[in-house]
């Protein structure tokens, strides 16, 4: 399954992905800027309460090949797996999306009036 691609250290899309990440962050570091990679499931079985203990185990191996060069990575699933399915508002895939945290002033992520991590 290619979702499942996406997610294995030793696929090359995963390999492909975290040289890119690594490149934008000595980029940034360079430019004197700060560089923050943050990690969001995307697929369906994590909203709707599906997703399995190997699930878990694969994501977990993702995040820390991902992370491993990374001065500051935020892994959002362990706080988003604490809300409850109803309350969180996903947005459409035909819908233009911020490109930037700064976009949207820091509300990209919806969870009806609290933040990813629980606070109001």
């Not at 109803?86 to 509300?107: I, N, Y």
Request: with cysteine; hydrophobic share 35%.
């Amino acid at each position: 399954m290619l979702e499942d691609n996406l997610l294995d250290p030793d696929r090359e899309g995963l390999q492909v992905s975290r040289a890119m990440f690594d490149a934008m962050q000595r980029d940034a570091k360079a430019d004197g800027a700060y560089f923050i990679l943050a990690i969001l499931p995307y697929q369906h079985r994590w909203w709707n309460g599906t997703a399995e203990e190997s699930d878990k185990v694969v994501w977990r191996k993702m995040v820390s090949f991902v992370c491993t060069q990374q001065t500051s990575c935020v892994d959002l699933l362990p706080e988003l797996l604490k809300v409850p399915p109803k309350e969180v508002r996903r947005h459409s895939p035909t819908r233009r999306l911020p490109l930037s945290l700064s976009d949207c002033g820091g509300e990209c992520i919806q969870i009806r009036g609290r933040k990813v991590d629980g606070t109001a």
